[in-house]
């Protein structure tokens, strides 16, 4: 008889957890499908610029990645449900979530290796920092707005990414301590590429920058540095479009 | 009505007329400031269709009782003046951002939102002057005369006041002259006091009490500027305004700046400290400490742009647009024998001179170094001096540039005549260097390469390919124009000066293609492969039309260099939208587009459509006057005085050696004559009758306007270089009679609906408040393609179609006669 009361009264706390339950389950299952869906939508995209990528498909490895990290718990509240568009996304200070098919080819275009270490310059939501993350053995990441910069450490530790150190402060002279690196991905605003960056790249290295504006990627500047260590540039336009056909 | 308050009443017009344009160029300022250029022109010629929808209320309120003069009169003009303010306070509030537009849907909702807002004080201003135009239709001339040199006055006004104080302030000032241009119409109509002074006093409380978190330019997080402030420990620390610009000074001592665009990548010094210099909180430049030691500015000599020093030491130089001085130094670094610096905005060239000179280090004090508050063309037209280098700074900021949001801007430094000028003032073997960004595509640096070849051409010099060099590193490009031929000991200097700093060679006499794209790698060799094309001749037409770009070089008369925007190209970058080929887009001139597109639908929809509905008012007979004709010649004139306006600003422009003195010289001018063409059309009417009066005006203005556009250019060469005083006078003198022929056939047509369908004046009234905002527009997109000449003879032309459909029931009479 007291079993029976005990399961009357705990009845409806037992349905709101199996509730709960369940309803984290179908979230975690939207968001799962919305990544693949946008994983589909890169790979795509990367088929239409194949031209410039020089290639017709991504290293699986960094779609992978794409379809692991959780976009959605790296933009802000209000963008929610803008999470999983292919879009850039404002997460606040001035400062941008870039693009899915933008982060998906700048990691493939730094050829990572498990056992690389990459250092990023501009933080933001670390969200980069995440695929990174999943790519890689070490990631260090500098960020000089603070409160992004906290926010974002904070984040990749409630996430579990034990493998990135975020730091804040002033990127243009890297991370010494943690040199050299065998990436480096730049996404903070600089009039030039920084001379002590370029050093702090492994001979063999590569180094990506975004120009443009912060919701468009306007070309991506590959760097990399033979065993002689001479930089080679090279401007990478993200999408397809020849300015001259005909006869050229 | 006695004299004296018919006066009052006509000053009452002229203030809120004044108002209303002083209100419309201080938004273009706030909006350039808080937003970018060619959003405020968007912005701001989308709210005028307050005109046009002012038209539509008071013909809808005709004859109503709150639509009494008395009384809707002074509350409008009141309106005016509390709008104002609070509008744009609540407007630039709107978290609306640009950059957004093509990605999320919300911002067009914000963008909506921002229109509704703006639009509200034109619309009251413009009750106000319709109000009036339909109260007293035996004074239609002078009305409109009032309206037309309030207006004039209002745009010198402004201006003025903008070099006195910050935007923000005269925005309170124009807010206060809504409300007194209200109280003076209270005064004229012999109001009791006891009813109108209270509740004035209480309204010109708002703007003087309203907090400054309300009218401070609430800058967009995106911008340069606020994007700068997130730095930690950057601020600002000095900011001065004019109506050139809102300059401010960053500090930033705990990160440095470090800005030293085009860097090599084998630099190994980092630039000293610098202050950033920002203007209406972009486009960053800056003010480099410099201590006397020249090794601090090596990093000067690891640019594109310091190639022309090592082809040749440097003798003499010519610096266009040094702003604070970043050229000066590098010429300083290669020890030039002389330094002229021409900069167009003086608060700069002050704060170098006096608050930043000893940290600058006096370079603008410097016994070797002139420095010359002009515009680049204005200077050398003044000028007999020849110089060894002519070294054009890099102008305008990568974001920007490479966003097309120059594509409006008319520039008059990089067109044929001005690169041909250019030529004429170098020594023989002088060096002509210009830097540009390197956009992706390459557009900036092939077009200023086919200009350096039309300019080549057209000044009799038949081997362009023997004159040019052009090198590029990953982010600036500079294009050397040789006043002779390259020899073969400055090809050297120049291969070992790109090789040694990873800079690539696009172009020099005699390269071959195996030398090209090597340290900067593209897809394809594009400078190269384009530079042969250009100089191929019969090949260069076929490169033009192929290139998905225009890269037709840019003249006086179409002075648009920036603008590259192709039809052909358009569907293939909108099906390139998704994978970020938005970049690809040539935003300004979309804008541009997207705007007319607006301004048309919007006219149609909440202007015409409705006012062609509205019935005529009984006992007017329905035949008076035909609704087409009424509609065909408001139309007209709307559209061809705003062409002929700003034809006549652009042609000014390099006149009177600066678009800002132009725009304003110009546009008052032209408004104050035509308000005396205004007030003096009734006694014209009087004398010659409607149809005389017309014809006349209209031929004098088309017989004008063509002596001009023969005769202009000639004869501003020659008084080019007479004082700045003389120019101006000149200019007024050459506006007058334009103004003055403009200003009669618009009082012309009203008066005589005044006495034959006098409910038809506010529909008139919208009908050309409509035009007018299309005609901004259409100016631009029709001067783009067919230069500013084409324009004034369609302005004629429309002129000539207004004074056909003069819209009185004399043809009708004559009709019936026959009938």
């Given amino acids: ?233 090279q401007q990478i336009m993200p999408v397809r479009f020849v300015p001259l056909t005909g006869t050229h | 009505m006695t004299d004296h308050s018919d006066r009052t009443l006509r000053y009452s017009i002229a203030l809120v007329s004044g108002a209303a344009l002083a209100y419309e160029i201080l938004l273009m300022r706030l909006f350039s400031i808080i937003q970018w250029h060619h959003f405020a022109y968007m912005i701001i010629s989308l709210t005028l269709l307050g005109y046009g929808a002012s038209g539509t209320f008071l013909a809808l309120g005709w004859g109503k009782r709150w639509m009494r003069f008395r009384f809707a009169y002074p509350l409008h003009l009141t309106l005016f003046g509390l709008s104002a303010i609070l509008c744009y306070g609540i407007a630039q509030r709107i978290p609306f951002n640009p950059q957004e537009l093509l990605w999320n849907p919300g911002q067009w909702l914000n963008l909506l939102l921002v229109y509704l807002l703006l639009v509200l004080p034109f619309f009251f201003a413009a009750n106000g002057i319709g109000l009036a135009l339909a109260h007293y239709t035996k004074q239609i001339g002078r009305i409109y005369a009032a309206d037309l040199m309030g207006a004039g006055l209002g745009s010198i006004g402004v201006v003025l006041l903008l070099f006195g104080v910050f935007p923000d302030t005269a925005l309170r000032i124009i807010a206060l002259l809504g409300i007194g241009a209200a109280a003076l119409g209270c005064l004229a109509l012999r109001l009791k006091p006891r009813r109108w002074l209270a509740p004035l006093i209480v309204a010109a409380g708002l703007p003087l009490l309203l907090p400054h978190s309300w009218t401070d330019p609430a800058i967009s997080p995106y911008k340069g500027l606020s994007q700068t402030l997130r730095v930690p420990g950057a601020r600002i620390i000095e900011q001065h305004s004019s109506p050139l610009g809102l300059v401010s000074i960053v500090a930033s001592p705990v990160t440095p700046l470090r800005h030293a665009p085009g860097l090599s990548l084998n630099a190994v010094s980092e630039p000293p400290a610098q202050l950033g210099l920002f203007t209406d909180a972009d486009g960053m430049t800056v003010i480099t400490r410099w201590q006397g030691d020249r090794s601090e500015l090596a990093y000067l000599d690891m640019m594109t742009s310091a190639l022309p020093y090592h082809l040749h030491p440097a003798g003499d130089v010519l610096i266009l647009g040094a702003g604070p001085g970043a050229e000066v130094l590098q010429a300083r670094y290669h020890q030039a024998r002389s330094i002229d610096a021409v900069e167009l905005n003086p608060q700069i060239v002050r704060l170098i001179q006096r608050s930043y000179a000893e940290f600058a280090g006096n370079i603008y004090h410097d016994e070797r170094t002139w420095v010359h508050v002009k515009d680049a063309r204005g200077f050398l037209a003044g000028s007999a001096r020849r110089y060894d280098l002519i070294q054009m700074a890099l102008l305008d900021s990568f974001g920007a540039s490479s966003a097309g949001l120059y594509a409006l801007s008319e520039n008059y430094l990089y067109t044929v005549e001005a690169l041909q000028t250019y030529l004429r003032h170098l020594n023989p073997d002088g060096y002509l260097a210009m830097t540009r960004w390197i956009g992706m595509p390459p557009r900036d640096n092939l077009k200023l390469f086919a200009t350096a070849v039309a300019a080549l051409k057209r000044s009799g010099l038949d081997h362009p390919e023997r004159q040019l060099a052009l090198i590029r590193g990953w982010q600036t490009g500079t294009l050397i124009v040789k006043n002779g031929s390259f020899t073969n000991k400055e090809i050297a200097a120049l291969k070992k000066f790109s090789r040694e700093r990873s800079f690539d060679t696009a172009y020099y006499p005699g390269i071959e293609e195996t030398e090209v794209n090597r340290f900067n790698r593209m897809q394809r060799p594009y400078f190269y492969r384009a530079a042969q094309a250009l100089l191929a001749g019969n090949r260069a037409a076929d490169f033009l039309q192929q290139y998905k770009f225009n890269l037709q070089p840019a003249t006086d008369d179409r002075p648009y260099f920036s603008h590259f925007f192709k039809w052909e190209a358009l569907a293939e970058i909108l099906a390139l939208r998704g994978q970020g080929g938005t970049s690809l887009l040539e935003s300004g001139y979309l804008v541009l587009i997207a705007t007319l597109a607006q301004a048309i639908l919007a006219s149609i929809i909440l202007i015409l459509l409705p006012l062609w509905f509205i019935r005529s008012r009984a006992g007017e007979s329905r035949q008076a006057v035909s609704r087409w004709r009424v509609f065909v010649y408001f139309m007209a004139l709307g559209l061809a005085f705003l062409f002929i306006e700003i034809a006549f600003i652009q042609k000014f422009i390099l006149f009177l050696h600066h678009p800002l003195y132009a725009l304003t010289i110009v546009l008052s001018a032209l408004l104050i004559f035509s308000g005396l063409g205004s007030a003096y059309s009734q006694r014209l009417q009087t004398i010659l009758g409607n149809h005389r009066t017309l014809i006349g005006a209209v031929l004098g203005l088309t017989g004008i306007s063509l002596i001009y556009l023969v005769s202009l250019g000639p004869l501003f060469q020659a008084s080019m270089g007479l004082p700045d005083r003389v120019r101006i006078a000149i200019a007024i003198v050459l506006v007058a009679p334009v103004g003055f022929f403009m200003g009669i056939p618009f009082p012309l047509a009203l008066s005589v609906l005044g006495r034959q369908a006098p409910s038809l004046i506010p529909w008139a009234w919208g009908i050309n408040g409509c035009a007018s905002v299309v005609s901004a527009i259409l100016a631009t997109l029709f001067a783009i393609q067919f230069g500013f000449n084409a324009l004034v003879l369609l302005a004629l032309a429309l002129y000539g179609v207004a004074a056909l459909s003069f819209p009185d029931n004399r043809g009708e009479q004559i009709r019936r006669k026959e009938a």
């Fill in chain 1, 1 to 233: 008889m007291k079993s029976k009361i005990l399961l009357q009264a705990t009845m409806p706390l037992l349905l709101a957890i199996l509730f709960a339950f369940v309803a984290a389950a179908q979230e975690a299952d939207q968001y799962r499908q919305a990544r693949e869906q946008l994983v589909r939508a890169i790979e795509a995209d990367v088929r239409a610029t194949s031209l410039y990528l020089d290639k017709e498909q991504l290293n699986p490895r960094v779609l992978d990645a794409m379809r692991k990290v959780p976009r959605h718990e790296f933009v802000p509240q209000e963008q929610l449900s803008a999470a999983y568009e292919n879009r850039p996304l404002p997460i606040g200070y001035g400062q941008t979530i870039s693009q899915p098919y933008i982060v998906a080819i700048m990691t493939d275009l730094l050829k990572l290796d498990a056992d690389d270490r990459v250092l990023e310059v501009g933080t933001g939501s670390a969200y980069q920092a995440a695929i990174l993350a999943e790519l890689v053995d070490r990631v260090y990441s500098v960020e000089i707005i603070e409160p992004l910069g906290v926010q974002a450490g904070k984040r990749l530790q409630r996430l579990e990414y034990a493998n990135v150190q975020t730091r804040v402060g002033d990127g243009y002279y890297g991370w010494e301590e943690q040199a050299p690196f065998d990436a480096i991905i730049v996404t903070a605003a600089s009039s030039h590429i920084p001379p002590p960056l370029l050093k702090q790249l492994k001979p063999g290295g590569r180094m990506i920058i975004p120009v443009g504006s912060r919701f468009l990627a306007q070309q991506l500047v590959l760097i990399t540095k033979d065993q002689d260590e001479r930089s080679i540039t």
